[in-house]
């Protein structure tokens, strides 16, 4: 086989700047890559005609010439190499944004395999491509958050993270995204990123109901660390969220911020359960009167966010204790909207149900399951799973499976077991294979099977049925024999 020579490589990058000739020409330099040797493929990444081509390619275009640079970049330099950092940088730098967009690829292919970002890359990642509009967000906000967090305390990357909180309020969210989602993995840089921080918090503060919507659920994710639940309570955010959304008159545009608001307060509940509902009861408040607005988004809202209190032993106990009369008026009406809401909200009703049902540590403490079946009583006033059972009966995969996710959190009690082999039919209709028609609810449904065959109450026939149906998989199916009777019709 001829090695391609320079000549003809160059003939070849040439013709990808012809726009009637770019196609063909792409698709036949790969074609001819296995004749391209490491010296000839760093002769291509340094001709100007590259740059042309990539600076007017389509998306489909790019496609190809990403396989052919950065593929057979990773095949010659499987470690990395200075080669490939030089020619991300060429294109990072580029006037086209087209260009700059190819960089960002290359930085994505590194970062994929995890081979090093260049600090100066990462730095242009920042300066050039984090300001403009026409960016690939997720794969920038994805290689930021991968490569930022060793250089994070560097003074040239602080200098261009504030810089570009001068631009618009979408890039600005885009920073604060991105610093605040590296803080849930290391929260020891809440130091370094204090001023961004602080921006976020002035933007809060704003009359502009879309940004402000976007900033809460942004900051929210520094509630999942101890240190940024003292962070944000140290600024006094939490009374600021309540002033701001709470306390005043609720209007058309402040009940898009109301959501994330609830989601706010529930997840700094779970994240210091003690601390939180001590001094911020009336948090929880705010979260039961949505519950009662009669407005379907903000309720489906209101009871996943008290799922997410009530998951945690001390929110259980809060809410059952010190909350009771609210928390029965919430779990009669929890039935009628788990049958009565649109497919996609019934099955966030359930899902909030399931934290609240759920055992936050094993083994479960008397006073949780307690707790618990106290709640389950009062929802169905029943002594069986008639309602779960019902839920399973309805035809659509995902209900299902929450219905399976419920039915699982329930019998991790002794009562939840007691309650199944209460309900009649419900676990013939459990074993019943012929009903299985989605492999993902099939599968769990053998799991919670599993689960229930090793009760201590079920009696022993139906502990054996079950055991059986375990030993003989998720997946099996009874062979139907038919016997041919000479002569017979």
């Not at 790969?30 to 007017?56: A, G, I, N, P």
């Not at 009662?292 to 059952?320: C, Q, R």
């Not at 497919?343 to 936050?360: D, G, W």
């Amino acid at each position: 086989m001829l090695i391609m020579d320079v000549s003809q490589l160059e003939r070849l990058m040439r013709c990808l700047v012809i726009k009637e000739m770019r196609t063909n020409s792409l698709d036949l330099l790969e074609s001819k890559l296995d004749d391209v040797d490491q010296e000839m493929y760093e002769v291509m990444l340094r001709t100007d005609s590259l740059f042309q081509f990539l600076s007017d390619a389509s998306s489909d275009q790019f496609i190809t010439a990403s396989r052919i640079i950065y593929d057979k970049g990773l095949e010659f330099y499987p470690r990395g190499s200075i080669v490939i950092a030089q020619f991300i940088e060429r294109c990072l730098t580029h006037p086209k944004n087209k260009v700059k967009q190819f960089g960002l690829r290359g930085a994505a292919v590194l970062a994929n395999a995890s081979l090093p970002v260049t600090q100066n890359n990462v730095q242009l990642l920042i300066v050039h491509c984090l300001p403009m509009k026409e960016v690939i967000v997720d794969t920038l906000m994805k290689i930021l958050i991968q490569t930022l967090p060793p250089v994070f305390t560097e003074a040239g990357v602080q200098s261009n993270l504030h810089a570009a909180l001068e631009c618009d309020e979408t890039i600005r969210c885009r920073v604060y995204e991105i610093v605040c989602t590296i803080l849930e993995q290391y929260p020891g840089l809440l130091g370094a990123a204090d001023r961004i921080l602080q921006r976020a918090f002035d933007d809060l503060a704003k009359d502009d109901v879309l940004l402000q919507t976007n900033v809460l659920q942004i900051t929210t994710r520094l509630l999942t660390t101890k240190e940024g639940f003292a962070y944000v309570e140290a600024a006094d955010l939490f009374r600021k969220v309540y002033t701001s959304f709470v306390s005043i008159a609720v209007n058309p545009y402040v009940r898009f911020v109301l959501p994330n608001a609830l989601k706010f307060y529930a997840n700094a509940a779970s994240v210091q359960p003690t601390i939180f509902l001590a001094r911020y009861p009336e948090a929880i408040d705010f979260i039961f009167d949505k519950a009662f607005t009669g407005d379907p988004m903000l309720m489906v809202i209101a009871y996943e966010s008290l799922g997410i209190v009530g998951f945690k032993n001390e929110g259980k106990i809060f809410l059952s204790e010190k909350r009771k009369d609210k928390m029965d008026k919430i779990l009669k009406e929890m039935q009628n909207m788990m049958q009565s809401a649109t497919e996609a909200f019934k099955v966030r009703f359930i899902e909030s149900l399931i934290n609240l049902m759920a055992a936050e540590d094993e083994p479960i403490d008397n006073r949780i399951s307690s707790i618990a079946q106290k709640w389950y009583e009062t929802m169905t006033g029943r002594e069986d799973l008639e309602m779960v059972q019902t839920l399973f009966k309805v035809p659509f995969p995902d209900i299902k499976m929450a219905a399976l996710k419920l039915l699982s959190a329930i019998v991790d009690y002794r009562w939840g077991q007691m309650f199944f082999q209460n309900t009649a039919c419900f676990g013939e209709m459990l074993l019943n294979r012929v009903l299985d028609v989605d492999v993902a609810v099939t599968q769990y449904k053998y799991d919670v099977i599993k689960k229930l065959s090793a009760s201590p109450v079920m009696d022993g026939f139906v502990c054996e049925t079950l055991q059986q149906y375990v030993s003989e998989g998720a997946f099996y199916r009874k062979a139907n024999v038919e016997v041919v009777i000479e002569g017979g019709q």
